[in-house]
């Protein structure tokens, strides 16, 4: 999975778990092979979202090894970071498959300004960033793209595609209920979209200050049908 932080996959990770053919390296959290002991100490670091750092795959293949269950026909692994790291992960992993998705980034924003303490500024920067990694993703080979909203809106076309893509998928179950949307409710949920929610959260002061960065952003923003 390449998807940005608090942008729904963690639900997406459960959906696909859903599946007997897959196998998922982490169902603990936010089910991120990044955590797994043996490799949290290289992967889950201050600098993990430094696209310069290079990681020893060939070391984090054989601890993820570990976690898999080898006889199913997918192994999965989501690990928000590795968005920039796809041309590295290329060269060890074979065949492999991305299933990468966004989100409205005003609704990633107010995550980040909630979850991670941080300033309105710095999230919105993020978030643009993020969206600059995941241009370059979309188009990749082996790769099936779509938005957070596309799944939550239109969730049976978006998974009649994803078999297409991936025709190991067809028994996933997307009426399970989903444990990610933990800020509102400690139940499991039907997938909804919750970014009028979220968006709804920003003051008038964050939305500001959020356009002053995304005002200089409209083309990336445009290119994944986003707006000021």
Known sequence: ?????????????????????????????????????????????????DEEIHYPWEDIKTVWMRYWDLSKKILLDKSIPNIMR?????????????????????AQVESIIRRNQQD????????????????????????????????????DKVIKRMIDFLPDLEDINANMGFTSHNYKTSKKMRM???????????????????????????DILRMFNYKI
């Open 192 to 218: 909804m979209n919750l970014n009028d929610e979220k968006i709804a959260k920003l003051s008038d002061a964050d939305i500001l200050t959020i356009n002053s960065v995304f005002e200089g952003e409209k």
């Open 1 to 49: 999975i390449l998807s940005p932080p608090y942008c729904g996959s963690t639900m997406l990770n459960q959906l696909l778990s859903s599946s007997q053919n897959v196998s998922c390296n982490n169902h603990l959290g936010t089910r991120e092979g990044q955590l797994l002991p043996g490799v949290s100490h290289i992967m889950f670091q201050d600098n993990r979202w």
């Open 120 to 155: 309105v500024r710095s999230a919105a920067e993020f978030a643009i960033k993020c969206l600059y990694f995941q241009s370059i993703n979309k188009d990749r080979k082996n790769t099936f793209f779509f938005t957070y909203e596309e799944l939550c809106n239109d969730t």
């Open 86 to 106: 796809v041309a590295q992960i290329d060269k060890v992993f074979d065949p492999i498959y991305y299933i990468c998705m966004v989100r409205n980034p005003y």
